[in-house]
């Protein structure tokens, strides 16, 4: 009996002590789960920092940060999202997949944090409309203003005594002479098979221009127009030249091995976003002397305008999930991700976060830029700007006309068929 009574007052002792402690500022401790993508230095040890500043910050506030690489994560969080446990920020693409999310009611509502104290003018606005839906923002842009350009090694072209193609058809005779010199034309890493389709964006622009695509999205044009099909001729023409490694189709781009043929000089291009550049300088600071890009260049008898981008101005976008417990906490946190701080750490790195008011002083850099307020149009990655369902589908088939498993008619044909019964028309 005085063994349980004893118990008792231990237990009420206890409970009274936890009651004090919470009294004085000792609270239990709030988490907050980030996860983002950015998995190769120093992109990943920016991101850390943010998260210990944050926290050194904010006493009782504890920040899980989990680095996960592209295509798992694209699974992971939406099989998160589906059991209703997504973490408390994470990231997108804006477009497609996140207003899918918005629509089920699973993103917050940023606009009155934007708004406060005038956030919003920290960003520039293009960079912000990619996450805009119905009036309202769901997304902060932070990582970096993103175009797929060729990038090749200078050694190497060098060495081959080539220049920088500003046609097509010069392009076609680079990969012939490179072929010719034992190189690799083209580096491309296809498993997870959004390398591949900025061959197929692209062409698809320089043959019939931006309305192309936007005529079959909006359903007053189709995806089996000739220009999807010429485009996907023009692959198959690539690959028929020798232009790509072998197996190019199980090779993947996150663990770097298209990167690598090109860091070593044993390729001599690869189209790719110009997050290489700052992949590059992470990985082979050497190499990343050594390289240069140029844009994809003008088909002739193209319908394109040459200073289109296949591209992003404001890669990547940070949400914060409408269950989140700590919502104002998790958007004081994506503050510190794009902070001064942070915003040179990343320029540092070789990125160009979508803020106002940056000094770029890497030629590079420069030129990317300028590529941004020159370009006519920039279009997001299909497989982004698209719905999921129909994005899968684009890349899908695209992958299937690299590897000659369906023909451009073919994979036009199950674009559109899946675009009619999405959206109905």
Not at 103 to 108: D, F, I, K, S
Not at 255 to 267: I, P, V
Not at 329 to 345: F, G, M, N, R
Request: proline letters at 6%; charged letters at 20%; aromatic letters at 10%.
């Amino acid at each position: 009996m005085l063994k349980r009574v004893s118990l008792i007052l231990v237990g009420v002792l206890m409970a009274s002590l936890i009651v004090g402690l919470e009294s004085i500022g000792f609270a239990a401790e709030k988490k907050i789960v980030l996860w983002h993508i950015q998995t190769t230095e120093p992109a990943t040890s920016i991101i850390a920092d943010s998260a210990a500043r944050f926290e050194k910050d904010h006493p009782g506030v504890k920040v899980e940060v989990v680095p996960i690489q592209n295509d798992p994560y694209k699974v992971k969080i939406k099989v998160a999202m589906g059991a209703g446990t997504p973490p408390d920020v994470w990231i997108s693409w804006g477009g497609g997949p996140l207003e899918q999310y918005v629509r089920a009611g699973q993103v917050l509502d940023l606009t009155p944090y934007l708004k406060k104290d005038n956030w919003i003018n920290r960003f520039i606005p293009a960079g912000l409309d990619l996450a805009k839906f119905n009036g309202k923002y769901y997304g902060i842009p932070v990582e970096n203003m993103s175009a797929a350009f060729i990038w090749y090694n200078k050694k190497t072209f060098n060495d081959v005594g080539v220049g920088v193609p500003q046609t097509y058809d010069e392009l076609l005779q680079i990969v012939k002479k490179l072929k010719s010199k034992g190189v690799i034309p083209i580096s491309l890493a296809n498993k997870t098979k959004w390398p591949g389709s900025m061959w197929y964006m692209y062409l698809v622009d320089r043959l019939g221009s931006e309305t192309v695509f936007e005529n079959a999205v909006n359903r007053t044009g189709s995806f089996e127009d000739p220009v999807f099909i010429k485009a996907g001729e023009e692959i198959r023409r690539l690959v028929g030249m020798g232009a790509f490694p072998p197996g190019f189709n199980g090779m993947d781009w996150d663990t770097g091995q298209s990167r690598m043929l090109l860091y070593t000089g044993k390729a001599g291009m690869e189209l790719m976003g110009s997050w290489l550049y700052a992949t590059a300088q992470g990985e082979a600071p050497q190499f990343a002397k050594n390289i240069d890009f140029f844009p994809f260049p003008v088909l002739t008898h193209g319908k394109g305008d040459p200073t289109n981008l296949i591209g992003t101005p404001g890669d990547n976008y940070y949400s914060v999930s409408a269950v989140s417990k700590y919502k104002d906490e998790a958007v004081e946190l994506i503050k510190y991700i794009i902070d001064d701080t942070a915003v040179e750490k990343r320029l540092a790195a070789g990125r160009i976060p979508p803020v106002k008011g940056i000094k770029l002083t890497d030629p590079i850099l420069q030129r990317v830029h300028s590529a941004f307020a020159k370009a006519h149009h920039v279009q997001l990655w299909y497989d982004q700007y698209l719905p999921p369902e129909l994005g899968e589908v684009h890349k899908d088939t695209c992958q299937a006309i690299f590897g000659g498993a369906m023909t451009p008619e073919q994979a036009a044909k199950e674009m559109e068929k899946a675009a009619g019964k999405f959206w109905g028309k």
